[in-house]
């Protein structure tokens, strides 16, 4: 998490000393490039879609998994239909915070790009320092294009999804396999429920459907006592 609290040009030096000292050890990288400023944004992006990620997986019961075992999933087959799904939210917004910051990167990418590769906002500011050309500014109506259609699309998906939670569609086409899922994760969900449950109360008296009942009782109350 270094990224998050590092200044850029304290990184972005800090990689090109790296990168220096890499290719008089061993030879590699060979240059400065794109690789280079791959691996320098990858550092980069990894540290901000790592916080969103343990944001939420924080939030994510660990007795889901622990219940989808108790009836019957392997360890990849929960992973991949209980975890997995709980996570894609949290992994798209990572990835759109790492584009975007990879987008907007011009600090570090100067400190460790060479004279074969070259990023947009390199590219961008360098033609700028000269004055304002119709490319710079056909390039900024299509990125400021881009965005309005991205929060346009995403607005229109999450207004459906809200529709669609709100009024369920009816039982045709991919209806029933959502029902299907549906189904499966209520079960999920119920059975993480029973493991956190006590199975006796405070008085030793079994818990059935949450209410206590005593085991092994001589006799019923409302029968006369011989």
Do not use: C, K, Y
Not at 9 to 18: E, H, K, N, R, Y
């Amino acid at each position: 998490l270094a990224p998050l609290v590092i200044p850029e040009v304290i990184t972005g030096l800090s990689l090109l000393l790296l990168f220096v000292w890499l290719e008089s050890l061993i030879g590699w990288p060979p240059g400065r490039g794109a690789m280079t400023i791959g691996i320098a944004h990858i550092t980069i992006g990894v540290s901000f879609a790592a916080v969103v990620v343990r944001a939420r997986l924080l939030r994510v019961d660990p007795d889901l998994e622990a219940a989808a075992a108790d009836l019957g999933a392997r360890p990849f087959a929960a992973f991949r239909q209980v975890t997995l799904p709980l996570l894609a939210p949290a992994l798209g917004a990572g990835w759109l915070l790492a584009f975007t910051l990879s987008l907007d990167d011009l600090l570090v990418a100067s400190f460790v790009t060479g004279p074969g590769a070259s990023t947009l906002p390199i590219v961008v500011f360098s033609s700028v320092r000269l004055g304002v050309t119709p490319e710079v500014n056909a390039l900024a109506t299509l990125l400021v294009a881009f965005v309005v259609v991205g929060v346009g699309g995403s607005a229109r998906m999450m207004h459906r999804r809200e529709r669609r939670r709100l009024h369920p569609p009816e039982q045709h086409g991919r209806a029933p396999q959502q029902a299907h899922l549906l189904a499966q994760r209520s079960v999920i969900r119920r059975e993480a429920r029973r493991r956190r449950e006590p199975d006796h109360d405070e008085n030793g008296d079994a818990l059935v459907d949450g209410h206590a009942h005593r085991v092994g009782a001589a006799h019923d109350s409302r029968l006369p006592v011989v």
